[in-house]
Nanobody, 115 residues
Framework: QAQLVESGGGLVQPGGSLRLSCAAS????????MMWYRQAPGKQRELVAA???????HYADSVKGRFTISRDNAKNTVYLQMNSLKPEDTAVYYC?????????WGQGTQVTVSS
């Protein structure tokens, strides 16, 4: 069964760092396009970062220079390294694997940035 499982969320102070992991299984291979989204309370889900099969990356303007998406093909895992975290980064972070016609999502991991 195809599955995405996120981990690594938690509570961190402003300016701190976290690394999120998304382990893929089943017929999902992270060598293809993978994305990270986030959804803050009362807001729409937004794209944070994307990594395509060729290695090109895309970041939301709000996280450029602070977040880095990467993958380990051997572990079939994609990561989101988050540095210089701000309170406005507080959200549930979701891993996404678009595999038309199916869109795979993880269960989400909570990131809270607060002093």
């Amino acid at each position: 069964q195809a599955q995405l499982v996120e981990s690594g969320g938690g509570l961190v102070q402003p300016g701190g760092s976290l690394r999120l992991s998304c382990a893929a299984s089943g017929m999902i291979f992270v060598i293809n396009t993978m994305m990270w989204y986030r959804q803050a309370p009362g807001k729409q889900r937004e794209l944070v970062a994307a990594l395509n099969g060729g290695g090109s990356t895309h970041y939301a303007d709000s996280v450029k220079g602070r977040f880095t998406i990467s993958r380990d093909n051997a572990k079939n895992t994609v990561y989101l390294q988050m540095n210089s975290l701000k309170p406005e980064d507080t959200a549930v972070y979701y891993c996404n694997a678009p595999r038309p016609p199916v869109d795979y999502w993880g269960q989400g991991t909570q990131v809270t940035v607060s002093s």
